[in-house]
């Protein structure tokens, strides 16, 4: 309930923890996002912009922001210099007693660190233009808030801040534990990209008969991390995911199981049931379920249901800043509604679900390395400027070792053929989606071009599998590569000239494809040797592609409880972190072959937030 305005944090705490702290659907009736050629489509044949996909190019951004390289290196950090932690000595980290010298030999020793990203620059071999999804609105607010400025104070036990699928779960699951749970969002609405869930051990899986070798399920997630993941949280995945999924679904007003069918068996193969796609190189695990509802209805829905919990929803209220006591506990979030700056004093905590930061360019110049920004983003998240991530950072937080990774997708998810710009071939294409999308973002100029020719709607058939046709009909995915986007000559040399490639490598390139799609075996990348399409029916195609980036997938580290962790990995009392905006699961990349791994997790994190101050009530 409000009340006058009283002391209910404290400036010097605050002051003290900032200087510690870092500075700063697919097809419209299946529940996936919408791809970028669908959502184009629409813009042109309604008029109006679809906001479920939110398109920014690297092209547009050459043109529009110029933000190059250079010039980045010229201004972020090389008047200034690099703060030092390590000498040539040795690479432990430095106590506070030594930083202050060891910055004072950054130059004469070489060594080149700081952890001050706002400080960093990337050395490159190859200057990478990079651009964010837009142009957001950035909440947080590093200098203290005054108390003069609080226009009302409420006393509650959870605060939510974001209401995407991890702040929709966790403030329910707060709600349902008897808790005082008010969320605020940024936006005027919440947010979904994707109506689907996953795990490995749900009674929905369980209908359909589906088991998982754990044991290699979390090797999988080990090498996608580059063993850099937090193999306790996995552990803790997998152990917890079915019975959050359950209690997350059972809230949902249609019960029928037959309604949620695997991702992978809801489109023309509806009775795979192989635990993993065994055509790929990788495994690409066949844990994906659909939810029987649009994405673009699931926001309103789950307010339904939090709303008859008891949550108090607060929409266009974003979370600016956190509220620390004198022993460092996080008590509170200051919000800014249209009255001005509100304080919510929190009893069990505040619960960080802000999403990622890819409307935050200036973060993403930080914290990521320029080859790994997308030349293209694919994302109606308009909300994400990273401020749950500065927050946390501001009172403490340890956050992911830098680069940090973003989810990417390749703009065209068929395993069309691809080439690079100097008209070589460079992958198999027939890949988990994030590994595609980090092999173009590898190539020269971070592009390629996915290359068919006028035979594809009848060649389509060798490459329709269970992973590709859950995606949508085979229709969307021709027309595609046959669009206004696409070049279109009569001979391959032609084609060559019109994507300005090597015209002789890229003639050697298609005939080295025809010869192997002949004889059925792929002798240079591996690409099954069944579902190789010769190249060989004019007019060609070539339709130049980035890769889509959906999210960022680094955060604040936390643990099991879902506590944010200091640097020395102790929990931060109080504050807590679900979904994208939480760390130490993810290392280069988000693992698309772990299908669904993601909202999974966002579901399982709110939950088990709830379950924590559940019994700490």
Known sequence: MAHE????????SLLRRNKKAIHQPFYKNLPFRMTRFEAQADTMA????????????RDDIMTDRKLSRRAFLGTAGAATGLAALASLGGCAPKTNETKESAAEQAVSNGTMQTTDPSKAVWPVVEEIEVGAAGDGKIAFVAEPIAESDIVATHDVDVVVCGLGPAGDAAALACAEQGLKTVAVEKQSTGNYNSATIGGTN???????????????????AMVDSAFQGDMNLYRHFLEKNGEAVDWYVGHFDNQNPNDYPLTFAAGDFPDFRDEYDKTSLSRSWNTSLNLPYPPGDLAKILADILE???VEIR??????????????????????SEQGYEQYNCAKGVVLATGGYEFNQQMLKERCRPRSVP?????GAFGNTGDGLQMGIAVGGAEDEFPQPIMLDPEQLMPYLRVNKLGKRFTPEYEPYGHLALAIQAQPGTYDFYIVDDAIDEKIDKIWTPSSSCYGPKEVWTAAARSEKALKADTLEELAELMEVPVDTFVASIERWNEMAAAGKDEDFGFPGTMMMTIDTPPYYATKEFADGLCTAGGLIVDAECRVLDKDRNP????????????????????HNL???????????????????????
């Not at 305005?5 to 010097?12: D, P, Q, T």
């Not at 309604?46 to 190019?57: I, K, L, M, V």
């Open 5 to 12: 305005k009283k002391a209910g944090f404290s400036r010097k």
């Open 46 to 57: 309604t008029g109006r912009n679809n906001d479920a996909a939110h398109f920014t190019r």
């Open 202 to 220: 749900s009674k929905l899986h369980q209908h359909w008969g589906m088991t998982y070798d754990t044991d290699a399920w979390i090797a999988d």
């Open 308 to 310: 008859k919990a008891g």
């Open 315 to 336: 929409y266009s209220c974003p979370a600016c800043q956190l509220v620390t006591d004198e022993s460092d506990r996080v008590s509170g979030v200051i919000v800014k």
């Open 375 to 379: 030349g293209s983003w694919l994302t």
């Open 572 to 591: 931060i009392e109080g504050l807590f972190a679900a979904g994208v905006v939480s760390g130490g699961m993810f290392y280069n990349t988000y693992p």
């Open 595 to 617: 299908n669904c791994l993601s909202h999974t997790r966002n579901c399982l994190m709110g939950y088990t937030i709830g379950q924590v101050l559940g019994k700490a009530n």
